[in-house]
């Protein structure tokens, strides 16, 4: 079975040391978010996930989820709805939800942390409570006031969870396909849902009396097309405007699926027939309202590819120190024991380091970009918040895209330095590795991320995002300019930053003459943007460690950051040719001339 | 469950038309080899694996072998055992065998295509089949005649398996450290084997009456690490000088292990308690035997890469072409349907090609390859010969890792183009990526063939064998010079294998001042020889293409080389600046400051 450890000092020196987040918090109005608390917290959820969730992980790999065809029940694996408990009771579920609706209120950027931690620990599991804050997330910013009372209390309590219902079986990227129909009931102002949802993560399970749906439907007569999509509120229990909860609603889970990871996560097929359900937002704007839980969830969907790399990592570093096997080309190292461990070998380095530079550079990216979230809700600087939106719109899809595929690459190659013995279950890499799987196809594949970030971002908002953290780089590349110490990473930033502007004016120039050009472009632009964005990071964590660290962690970071430009980086010089090939050598081929 | 159509016409492509494999078979005196027999064994070979092969393939990931701990047996899943029986009846087992042993014959690069169906309709299964095929390599050039007659011919009828039995708990890579041994038997002249090995693959089943196990272990007295080291022949069933089958011999499985994938292909623990076993080849010379055996291993694991990568395309590219979802974003191009099919979208095509290119580029590379081995066991012509050894041992490790790795990167676009079905069983892709996985592990992992690669082929051997490869290259481009139509691919072309070798020069003058070198430019290395090798055999398809094939052909063939060169092979330019960064990023690093 996997280890995990929390990796609180390096949690801790994104956080605080390089991010600066208590000083944002304080300035935000965060009352609660001391360092002091937020450290004992911090300390507290290392305890929760490496003692209560890591160890049901392996057992919720192999046993999963039980499906009650009879009923429609599922039963989760295990250990899995103790967990849930205990996690309400430690008051977990409301770390970052409202305090008027009973949570704590501490920052989404801090809670992010915890969200980590959990995805490390047990990614299926920690699919339950993930999806409540997304329900969370839609119900605060566009639920009536009735039916944040009525849903959002007993969700952010814990006592219920929620889901998003969206994709069916003929559109799941294409929204604008969906057939799900509600039609108003006259009596009290309710509809009735009728539709199937397939690939509904937490749809049914035994972990709570309640689940409430998010429901993306069209109402009669509704326009064809996305602009047709309304969202509503489906509880698997009836709950009247008074928050009671009544008899059973018309929702029922007809089939769970059959997955390559994940197995603890239930993914339901849900039949709706006619279930009482209720508008949430205006009518037909309800791809709008989804947006709102489809952001977080995308930033909560990278921080999984995180999760997953680092508790690979720590594994495959474990073992490359424990493992003996052959002698250091350059002459014995221990000569003592019958081989040297396999972290002398250059090329097992080469991997561990691979890991390690995206794991500690993501996390930057990544809870960066969550601190954007709480800027954009906190901040009564309209001018700061529009900033943040453009900023944190611009990273989104960077971070969900970036580090779930870096999240790939990490368990494989963890997977790799175990030899053989990572394709045997028992050490729990390959789990890692099929979990980590999912991560880049939910919540939007890579290539719709990317889709997102140039043909959205860039393109129709003109990259004001991207200017913001080219100007951040800029500012840091000043700010250190008299710094020897930081100038061989400086220099070769502040170069790809240029190259990173120069590369966007190409690819906008041709995609006004051809469309299909930013479809060419878009993941391979993606990934540049994510390398030149951890080249950033990984400067700045120098920096910072520099300032403020001992000398251990000093040196670790500045190595790292050499084998992360060395390396890495020069990864773009493959994603920038391919770019500038331009979409000809994409399209000419006729579909029908594909067959080998 | 995915499907599976033997790619006939690019099989036939890419042995007659480009390496011309009908004129090679001539000139070495192949009597058989006539394309007529070819062709007709190629349908047949087709007919077999989709219609025996692939329809079993499913239900053998589903339930996968069965172990009984009380008898040690192995039950194989349902049906693996009838379609072992019809593969034997059909006499596929011994198409490549010596005909004085029983086989037909044919030559290896010619079964190398079989190979490929079978591992791409079932590479579970294929793996029985398979260790007998290094079974038969190892006894054919080692055994004395006693040994060829007994053992040999009941393989080659396909009556008894193989397996090879190397890796201990201790030792993988490094089998200098194993510690099976070897005592001898004074009546017989035979010797009793007592150790323990794993990850035997194939080491227990119920497919045949007798397994024939080819064991390394030490002899008393013999010298440390792995000049220590001799090959025995170890059956289930124990074998007399006259071949007849006796009792059962003393070894047992104690275990299989629970994997990945690969589920219908047992990998078993092997206990032998004082087993007899018969030394074959010299005493302290078992490394060099087991060399030969895992020379056409490794081609033999590079293919699998290939036909899961096959397998795995070809149906991306059916879901592709049916799968309706969003507008082409220049313009609809199915106005009547609700939307287009996926094809349509430049990355969706962007991950098909990647496929295309490696798939058909890929096939060319390891059947030429394969050919060398033809060419070395039937050449009479001692320079000739030499050469085929050299450009072998040069191509073998490119091969094994580079289509292997492949293999993983195209079940992870196929599965990708699937979207969010890619993760469910029953569509089957996520089966071939986690069938695929294994491929980069077993018969030495990608770190070792690199190793192997530039350590051992290019500095201890002085690149002898990338030289022909060069010449290859040269002699091609010189022979085009004059042809404007490949202008195109000569070019550059010619460019990168210039570029190949100054930096083949530039890490051997860094490797000869610090050994350590060779192991960090290792795998960039391979992976950027491979991408060149590619380059060559995409310009060679285009040439073929345009001299012999009907126009849809000669089409598919050069945008698709148009493709290759505009957005695969740049990857070079991240692996040339990786090479040239060195060693320093890698070792700076304490062992002690890895943890985040």
């Given amino acids: ?22 000083a944002l918090y304080a300035r935000l109005g965060f009352a609660g978010a001391q360092r002091d608390v937020m450290d004992a917290v911090l300390d507290e959820a290392a305890r929760f996930t490496e003692n209560v969730l890591a160890p049901i992980n392996a057992i919720g790999d192999e046993i999963g989820c039980a499906f009650d065809k009879d009923s429609g029940a599922v039963t989760s694996p295990p250990g899995f709805v103790h967990a849930y408990e205990q996690f309400v009771e430690g008051g977990w579920n409301g770390l970052v939800a409202p305090e008027q609706f009973g949570g704590q209120g501490l920052p989404e950027s801090f809670g992010v942390a915890l969200k980590e931690m959990i995805d490390a620990a047990n990614l299926a599991w920690g699919n339950y ?3 409540s804050h997304g329900a969370t997330e839609a119900l605060k910013h566009h639920g009536e006031a009735w039916q944040q009372e009525a849903f959002l209390r007993p969700i952010v309590s814990g006592r219920w969870t929620g889901t998003m219902c969206l994709t069916e079986a003929h559109c799941g990227t294409d929204l604008g396909l969906l057939k799900t129909r509600a039609t108003p009931n006259a009596a009290d102002g309710s509809f009735a ?21 998010l429901v993306l439907a069209r109402l009669p007569d509704a326009p064809a097309g996305t602009k047709g999509i309304s969202l509503f509120i489906v509880p698997k229990f009836k709950v009247g405007r008074d928050g009671a909860m009544g008899e059973r609603n018309a929702v029922r889970c007809g089939s769970i699926e059959h997955k390559m990871g994940i197995h603890g996560s239930s993914t339901c097929v ?30 909560a969907v990278g921080i999984q ?40 070998h250059p090329d097992v380095r080469r991997m561990l380091l691979t890991c390690k530079s995206l794991i500690e550079g993501g996390r930057l990216l990544s809870y960066h970009a969550a601190t954007l979230v709480d800027v954009l809700d906190h901040t009564s600087d309209a001018e700061e918040k ?24 990490c368990t494989y190659h963890a997977l790799q330095c175990f030899g053989g013995h990572g394709y045997i279950a028992e050490h729990g890499m390959e789990q890692l590795a099929r979990d980590a799987r999912i991560t880049t196809l939910y919540e939007g594949t890579t290539g719709i991320q990317a889709l997102d970030l140039l043909g959205r971002k860039i393109m129709q908002l003109q990259g004001a995002g991207l200017q913001h953290f080219l100007g951040m780089i800029q500012a840091f590349c000043a700010e250190q300019s008299g ?36 479809g060419a472009a878009s993941v391979d632009y993606l990934f540049y943007s994510g390398y030149v964005a951890l080249a950033y990071w990984w400067a700045r964590a120098v920096a910072a460690a520099d300032a403020s660290s001992p000398t251990d962690l000093k040196t670790a970071k500045r190595e790292t950051a050499r084998f992360y430009f060395a390396r890495i980086l020069p990864r773009t010089l493959a994603h920038a040719a391919s770019i500038r090939s331009g979409a000809a050598p994409l399209l000419t081929l006729d579909a029908a001339l594909f067959d080998s």
């Fill in 129 to 131: 409570p993930l999806l």
């Fill in 386 to 409: 529009k900033r943040a939106d453009e900023l944190l719109g611009f990273l989104t899809p960077i971070v969900k895209a970036c580090l779930t595929e870096w999240g790939v690459e």
């Fill in 483 to 518: 710094n020897a110490a930081l100038a061989e990473f400086v220099g070769p930033l502040a170069l790809i930053a240029q190259e990173w502007q120069a590369l966007t004016m190409e690819v906008g120039k041709r995609a006004m003459a051809n469309a299909d050009e930013v």
């Fill in 270 to 299: 849900m039949h709706f027939d006619g279930a009482q359900g209720w508008l949430i937002g205006q009518p037909n704007k309800g791809l709008m309202a989804m947006f709102t839980m489809m952001n977080t969830a995308r930033l």
């Fill in 193 to 213: 849902i009728s539709g199937t949802k397939i690939f509904i993560t937490a749809g049914e399970h035994d972990l709570t009396e309640n689940i409430v749906h």
């Fill in 305 to 344: 590819g995180l999760g997953l790399a680092d508790r690979a990592y720590q594994n495959a570093l474990a073992y490359a120190r424990d493992r003996l096997q052959m002698r250091s080309l350059s002459g014995a190292k221990f000569p003592d024991k019958p081989a040297d461990p396999i972290i002398v």
């Fill in 1 to 22: 079975m996997s280890r995990y450890q929390a990796p609180l000092r390096d949690i801790r020196f994104a956080l605080f040391d390089v991010i600066d987040a208590e």
